[in-house]
């Protein structure tokens, strides 16, 4: 009688209708979403190897990417338009041979390379910010063609695990690397330090800079951090670091850790550092402050008092008499509250998005 009924109720007029309607949002709201890619005559395509002439011609595809992220937002570093910084990052590559370009016709309209490296112990490939580009009016098809000769090649060669780091506000990007299996990993965000924002106060926990005395005490945290990492949903690794080198980040000259504490027990803290150098992966640029390799965190039962606010204003004072004009912080996506707070007081510029490809393929 059950599976009876249910064999009424599923081919009913209702259930048809209801098909129909299901049938027509799937149409509207994921086939039209699709990528749309450009109508390009395959016979002016041409993939080839990247060499050192054409360099002067990559870097124009990359200036026009990247000035789109500081047409933005102002406070970001023009630095990366240097062309010196991009001809040392990119000559590496090609000297690894692992980098194409695309022309159309006559014209450079795309170029792409990566690193290769162990992640998790698993070969990984690596596609960094300054890695790829492609002129607008392709820009579709072009990542599309990039992409293809690459995977395969990796793929051939054992490579399954690719990671892929593009402008969070690149929403052509974005929709095609998740259409075709990527997911958000880590995401590196910004903000200038004259940033105004609600600093609340709780006047019942104190904030003060960390001392040595507090450095067993931190290192136990650091313990229960990692353990927080490891637990669902996050599943995750994050290195524990050694008393000796919580130690360097409390006295050092450019680092400084800053504690929460409630009746004289730590339940919290965040560390900040002067960055010493450029890194062309991050786009951090030399004296950034970077909230690492600590990073920040609040013990469970103290995360509703407003104490990720009042450990970041320390962060911002620090920062300011310092001499430092932006701050820096990465985060994984998986990472629930990290992603429910930073984004909050920072800019999201970077998503890192990562693609597992099945091993029985």
């Known amino acids: 009688m059950i599976y009876s009924a249910l064999a009424l109720i599923k081919n009913s007029p209702f259930m048809a209708q209801k ?6 949002k799937y149409r509207i709201i994921g086939v039209t979403k699709m990528v749309k890619f450009e109508k390009m005559d395959q016979s002016k395509i041409k993939i080839e190897i990247m060499e050192g002439k054409h360099v002067g011609e990559i870097i124009k595809l990359w200036n026009q990417q990247y000035s789109k992220v500081t047409n933005k937002y102002r406070f970001f570093s023009e630095d990366w338009k240097n062309d010196n910084y991009f001809k040392v990052f990119i000559e590496h590559h090609i000297k690894n041979k692992n980098s194409i370009i695309v022309r159309y016709g006559n014209n450079i309209v795309g170029y792409m390379t990566y690193d290769m490296f162990d992640f998790h112990n698993e070969k990984t490939a690596f596609f960094p910010i300054m890695a790829h580009s492609a002129k607008e009016e392709y820009k579709a098809s072009v990542y599309r063609i990039m992409y293809s000769k690459i995977s395969d090649k990796l793929v051939q060669a054992g490579c399954l695990n690719h990671l892929f780091t593009h402008f969070s506000s690149d929403e052509m990007l974005k929709k095609y690397l998740y ?4 997911g958000l990993y880590i ?3 910004f903000q200038d330090v004259k940033y105004e924002y609600n600093k609340r106060e709780n006047n019942d926990f104190q904030i003060r800079k960390a001392e040595i005395e507090d450095i067993k005490d931190i290192h136990l945290l650091l313990t229960e951090f990692n353990e ?3 637990s669902a949903p996050l599943f995750l ?12 980040y409390i006295i050092g000259e450019n680092n400084a850790v800053f504690i929460a504490l409630k009746e004289n027990k730590i339940v919290g803290f965040i560390n900040i550092r002067k960055s010493e150098e450029n890194d062309l992966i991050t786009l951090v640029r030399k004296n950034t402050g970077i909230i690492d390799p600590l990073g920040a965190y609040i013990k469970k039962e103290y995360r509703q008092f407003g104490l990720g606010v009042q450990l970041l204003n320390n962060v911002f ?3 300011n008499h310092n001499d430092i004009y932006n701050i820096h912080v990465d985060f994984e996506s998986a990472n629930q509250n990290a992603h429910q707070f930073w984004p909050k007081y920072f800019i999201p510029i970077l998503f890192s998005v990562k693609r597992r490809i099945n091993n029985d393929v």
């Open 19 to 24: 098909k129909q309607l299901c049938f027509d």
């Open 317 to 319: 004072d620090w920062c």
């Open 237 to 248: 690794k994050r290195d524990i670091e050694t008393q000796e080198e919580v130690k360097e």
């Open 228 to 230: 927080y990492y490891r």
């Open 187 to 189: 995401v590196d965000a």
């Open 179 to 182: 259409e075709i299996g990527f």
